[in-house]
């Protein structure tokens, strides 16, 4: 074997053209690197030495895992200070229980949080790699579905960067959100293997183990106390993530379970008797709880095993934080009272509403509390955010499987259930009748439920809601009755977004400008210091530059559709841009079909008129979930749109509708620095907050929407006249959707033409009429247009002629772009965070000197 110069270029044999390179520079272990020099011997050292890999090829696949190790390596050494250090101090912590993270890639943000970007870029320059080609190697770590996932990343993003003593706790999918791909029938799924070869990033924690217990029986002692004993034991394995903060030492963690079996389970005798499969039965059960994301729940078999997901993360989480409190509790006497002052736990929706009986348990049967001092742990411990008030996402499991699962927890439940009813008799009479809804147990003979809602808020001494309005909703409606109960436990948290990631590192172009006009880049943590870019909102020179940097993003995006959809999209047209997971409430629907009779009207222009037509590209994203058929065929008719209107030679350079396959937290990266205009149209009062509504806005994308969510805060801060509204609002919904049940509304004849143009097979003969009919009538297919997409599409049609308007005065957009990121401050989830510190947690900064 000769020296990896002698063999390089020999790519053939599967040598890597770029081995040559390599051998100019020394491998050297330099895990500290911050010198170009070093980080480039640093990585060339991953690349001799990493096991995964042949030392020979060094392809843009293994540049990017030697030089994500390497940043890795210089994470370890500020991750295991942090611990020490919060270990010696004992703060207060808080504790993040989520079933969802949508972490994306980590290397852009990891290096950039180190702040060594230049040297990072020199380093793999040496190498003979570019840093913006190899980041493109990694996969998105997508272990959630859309908005609370990504809300739980940028949550952890910030409690990092804020010095924070908090720690992310979740499951480690296999497979987590699958790759969506557009076929003839429309999306097609495919199982996303983020670990097919390993993540460079997680570390495997071999020491931190804890059983988890499913079914089985109680044993009751002489005493009166109770065992949970029998069933089937799993073992929680943690594997660690470092969550880096933006330029400190404080690196952070976030806890993935991993379940397995252990060597004992695996029975020998049989499998070496040829039962294999019972051999090794309770490993393939192991394997099967973090298999996938959310495994169908059609039938009895799906339900349990989300339910057994639920519950290993609870559990093995609840058991390492009173490992940790126990182990810090040698030091001095600590009282279990003392608990709540060492411990804040955060729900994140009820996905982990396991964790109030199960701590409730811990503390009695293993800690040998009473009932009222475990259940004063437990209640100044949780709290609780709801993300939604849809009523089909409100979490209700069934009483018979979850006795089955979990009969010690059900026995607990009945007795939070029996003393809350209680006390509202003895203390609020009044309320009796409203008992039966507020109470936990639905005890329905027909089917017995528990309603994980109620659970949650009668046991969190705090309940939030994530906007404004989201919040009134809460305490007007959903949780109404509670709140005569305890007025105080109801609060807002408006959602938020990191800086770092959605603007600084995505948009670098744009950053740039802000900083140089701004003369510093402290915006990055103190997001309202954006307010100052107003003074310069009328400036020709700063226009001039906002412009360019928007027109690069623009260009940087249109290659990205290229590549792709093969669509070939103008830069100089309106990019118009809805991603978002596919949904009825979010209103797909009434962009496709505001795009259709924008077509027909094109179409029916003679070519003069159409010269005075401002050019569009309408660019739609999202998964459907898999079971969800009228979400399934908003993406099919998406793509037939634009098969069809992209092809269509009269009207191409006026107008193109392309569908963004496989729309996730990398591709959101590309998406949103390169819009102009962006949707959040949702029926007002169903969407809670919106998180995507945010990063357009920070990146200077003008926002067409209705006062739902968030939308009405951002309106509130970038000024109403730099936002297109329209659409009913959430308080005129129900009597519009009665109107709409009865008939009692007048057609409105643009609407009527739009879904006419799609009935008579201009897009194709896929059967679009489920989705048309859910707009009318009561009957078959008909939803009586629950969502009000026929109410709203007029408006509708009037903003986005404004927006035409707007857009043709190219002076005023660029300063509503410029208005739209100088009043996105309060978008921060640094703001948001600071806020559950201070008014939920109860927890103070603990920086790492
Ligand atoms: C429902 C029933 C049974 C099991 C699971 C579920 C389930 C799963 C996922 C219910 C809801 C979700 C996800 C909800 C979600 O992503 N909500 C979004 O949260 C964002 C962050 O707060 C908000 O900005 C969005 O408005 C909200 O839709």
Redesign the pocket.
């Known amino acids: 074997m000769g020296t990896v110069e002698e063999v390089s270029g020999n790519t053939k044999s599967g040598l890597s053209a770029k081995s040559g390179v390599l051998a100019k520079i020394p491998a050297v272990a330099h895990p500290l690197a911050e010198e170009p020099a070093e980080i480039a011997s640093n990585i060339n050292y991953h690349v001799q030495y990493n096991p995964h890999f042949s030392p020979f090829k060094f392809e843009p696949e293994q540049a990017f895992y030697a030089t994500a190790e390497s940043v890795r390596n210089r994470l370890i050494q500020q991750w295991n200070q942090t611990y020490l250090h919060f270990h010696k101090a004992d703060p207060k912590q808080t504790y993040y229980l989520s079933m969802e993270y949508l972490q994306g890639r980590s290397l852009t943000n990891a290096i950039g949080n180190l702040d060594s970007q230049d040297a990072y870029i020199d380093a793999l320059n040496k190498l003979g790699h570019d840093l913006e080609e190899i980041v493109e190697q990694e996969k998105d770590a997508a272990l959630g579905?859309?908005?609370?996932?990504r809300?739980a990343s940028c949550f952890l993003d910030s409690m990092a960067t804020l010095n924070l003593p908090a720690w992310g706790y979740g499951l480690r999918y296999r497979y987590g959100l699958f790759k969506q791909c557009i076929g003839k029938q429309g999306q097609e799924e495919i199982a996303e293997d983020w670990l097919e070869k390993f993540s460079p990033w997680e570390v495997i924690r071999h020491d931190v183990v804890f059983p988890v217990r499913f079914f089985g029986q109680i044993e009751v002692h002489a005493s009166g106390s109770r065992k949970w004993v029998g069933g089937e034991v799993i073992q929680a394995l943690a594997y660690d993530v470092p969550i880096p903060g933006f330029k400190t030492k404080n690196t952070i963690s976030l806890r993935l379970w991993e379940a397995k079996a252990g060597a004992e389970d695996f029975n020998l005798f049989q499998f070496n008797d040829g039962q294999y499969e019972s051999a090794a039965q309770l490993h393939s059960r192991a394997q099967q709880i973090c298999a996938v994301l959310?495994p169908g729940d059609a039938t009895e078999d799906g339900k349990l095993l989300?339910l057994k997901q639920q519950f290993f993360l609870c559990s093995a989480s609840l058991q390492d934080i009173i490992f940790r409190f126990k182990e810090r509790k040698e030091k001095g006497v600590r009282q279990w009272s003392e608990f709540p002052n060492k411990v804040a736990v955060q729900l994140n929706?009820t996905?982990p509403t396991l964790a109030i009986p199960e701590l409730m348990r811990l503390l009695m049967d293993d800690e040998g509390l009473g009932w009222d001092e475990a259940w004063d742990v437990t209640t100044r411990t949780i709290s609780y955010t709801n993300?939604?008030v849809l009523p089909e996402?409100l979490?209700k499991w069934s009483q018979t499987v979850m006795w089955k699962l979990l009969p010690r927890h059900m026995e607990i439940i009945e007795e939070i259930d029996r003393r809350f009813i209680a006390m509202i008799n003895s203390k609020h009479p009044g309320l009796e009748s409203k008992l039966s809804s507020m109470c936990i147990m639905d005890n329905n003979p027909q089917k017995p439920v528990v309603r994980m809602a109620n659970l949650c808020v009668v046991s969190s001494h705090t309940v939030n809601g994530?906007a404004q309005l989201h919040s009134d909703i809460l305490k007007s409606e959903l949780f109404a009755d509670y709140v005569s109960v305890w007025p105080t436990k109801f609060q807002n948290k408006t959602?938020g977004i990191t800086p770092r990631r959605w603007l600084r590192f995505c948009s670098p172009e744009l950053s740039h400008i802000i900083t140089k006009w701004l003369k510093t880049d402290e915006w990055a943590t103190n997001l309202d210091l954006l307010a100052d870019l107003r003074q310069f909102a009328d400036s020709a020179a700063f226009q001039v530059e906002w412009e360019s940097a928007k027109m690069a993003n623009k260009q940087r995006l249109a290659q990205y559709v290229q590549q792709v959809t093969g669509v070939s999209i103008d830069p100089n047209s309106l990019f118009d841009i809805q991603v978002k997971r596919i949904h009825e409430y979010k209103r797909q629907l009434l962009n496709i079909l505001g795009a259709v009779y924008r077509y027909k009207t094109l179409k029916e222009m003679s070519p003069e008129e159409r010269k005075r037509a401002t050019p569009r590209t309408i660019m739609i994203g999202g998964k459907a979930f898999a079971t969800y058929t009228n979400a399934r065929r908003i993406v099919k008719l998406v793509n037939d749109v634009g098969a069809v209107v992209n092809t269509d030679p009269e009207v191409s350079s006026y107008l193109k509708v392309v569908f963004v396959p496989n729309y996730n937290v990398s591709v959101a990266e590309k998406l949103i620095p390169g819009s102009e205009l962006s949707q959040h149209i949702s029926t007002a009062g169903m969407?809670?907050?919106?998180?995507s509504n945010m990063k357009f806005a920070l990146n200077g994308c003008l926002i067409i929407g209705t006062l739902d969510?968030a939308n009405v805060e951002i309106r509130e801060e970038i000024g109403e006249e730099n936002f297109f509204l329209f659409g009913a609002t959430a308080d005129e919904v129900p009597r519009l959707r009665k109107e709409r049940e009865n008939g009692l509304f007048k057609p409105d004849p643009r609407f009527e033409e739009a879904k006419q143009f799609i009935r008579s097979g201009a897009f194709g003969s896929y059967d679009y009429n489920p989705l048309l009919e859910s707009l009318e009538g009561n009957s078959g297919y008909g939803r009586g247009d629950y969502f009000l997409v026929g109410h709203d599409f007029p408006s509708y049609m009037d903003a986005q002629a404004r927006v035409d308007e707007a857009y043709k005065d190219r002076k005023r957009w660029i300063k509503m772009s410029i208005l739209s990121t100088a009043g996105s401050g309060k978008f921060s989830s640094d703001r948001t965070i600071s806020q559950y510190a201070k008014e939920i947690w109860n927890i103070e900064e603990c920086r790492v000197p």
């Open positions: 579905n859309g908005g609370l996932g809300l959310y989300r929706d996905h993300h939604t996402a979490e994530v959602n969407e809670a907050s919106g998180t969510g």
